[in-house]
């Protein structure tokens, strides 16, 4: 069936009329509203049949492009169509122990904040089509990106992220309470968080337990990462040591988390693993949304807007050889 997106547009073709009728009501001298290449009222009086046709032909130009305004199109037949994009929450801690370098890049010694930088940007890279959201979490929790398909602007979001901006510690509970919030606002979402830490719930209004319990009500799937080495060498006053500097890593509470809501729980001891782990996450499939019936729309304004322009030229090329003939 034919449709109009822009019907309102008809009320632009009474407007020749209008004026006309102003004009006259005012009492000027009538000045008709002609397009340039329509005969004159003098010549249109010595040729009254022509000088209707050169009316009539001004009408059905005028109205050809008062329809092409209009927007014509051709409506299809109902086709079911399925949403077949992800929509994912990423908390990231920003609590101090994050500074500890003891991963590496290329060779190069970085603390746990920009090794998760540099593996995230490509993640977030590869989720053409996804929704993405970012939550930051240290003392409190807040939404640093809110859920956008713009993926450069949450790359940039984290890549603007520095160390203990909103404190220490660390309020596991809060960054979940929070996204678990934002994704009761989207019914229809498939409502998947990534919550990325290197320890243990220390602060926060909402405990983990509590948390879980929202996430479970609210059916969110929670994915957790726990970040860190499990040994690095230090240099003390008795020479060096083997140190664990992931010892306040809680994997039991994160690992229920995962489990308890349907996800899963990872452990990304170095960049090598942190990637293998984005790329698994990225082999999930995605949650597929309702169906929804959407018709296959094809513009038909050229139509008239062609013709229009044919007709046009047409009486151009009439007007010329008339004027020649005049002349000649």
């Known amino acids: 069936m034919i449709d109009f997106a822009w019907f309102w547009a008809i ?4 407007l020749p009329l209008i004026y006309w009728r102003l004009r006259k009501a005012y009492k000027q001298p009538l000045q008709p509203l002609q397009v340039t290449y329509l005969p004159t009222m003098a010549s249109a009086q010595r040729q009254p049949t022509s000088g209707r046709l050169s009316r009539y032909l001004g009408v059905l130009i005028w109205t050809l492009l008062v329809v092409a305004l209009m927007r014509p199109q051709w409506l299809g037949e109902p086709v079911s169509a399925k949403n077949e994009a992800r929509e994912m929450m990423i908390a990231v801690d920003l609590s ?15 603390d746990r904040l920009t090794m998760l930088k540099h593996v995230m940007r490509d993640f977030i890279e590869r989720r053409v089509g996804d929704r993405l959201g970012l939550v930051l979490f240290a003392d409190t929790a807040y939404v640093q ?86 040994e690095i060498i230090v240099d003390g006053f008795f020479g ?10 809680d994997e ?14 990872f452990r990304a001891r170095s960049t090598e693993e942190l990637e293998r782990i984005y790329t698994q996450l990225d082999s999930y499939e995605p949650v597929q949304g309702e169906n929804q019936l959407r018709r296959p729309q094809t513009a038909l304004y050229h139509w008239p807007l062609g013709a229009s322009w044919l007709l046009l030229m047409l009486a151009l090329l009439a007007k010329t050889k008339t004027i020649r003939r005049q002349h000649g």
């Open 96 to 110: 101090g122990s994050m500074e500890i370098a003891d991963m590496t890049i290329a060779g190069e010694q970085v």
């Open 252 to 265: 039991g509470m994160l690992r229920q988390l995962a489990t308890e809501t349907g996800g899963e729980y």
């Open 240 to 249: 060096q040591r083997r140190v664990n500097p992931s010892r306040d890593l």
């Open 145 to 230: 990106a809110p859920m956008t398909f713009d993926r450069e602007t949450v790359k940039n979001m984290l890549d603007e992220t520095v160390l203990r901006l909103i404190g220490e510690r660390t309020a596991i509970g809060d960054a979940i309470a929070l996204s678990v919030k934002r994704f009761a606002e989207r019914e229809q979402s498939n409502k998947i968080l990534v919550l990325v830490t290197d320890g243990q719930n220390t602060a926060g209004n909402v405990s983990p337990e509590q948390a879980l319990q929202l996430a479970k009500y609210y059916d969110v799937k929670i994915y957790t990462i726990g970040v860190g080495a499990e």
């Open 11 to 14: 009320l632009a073709w009474p």
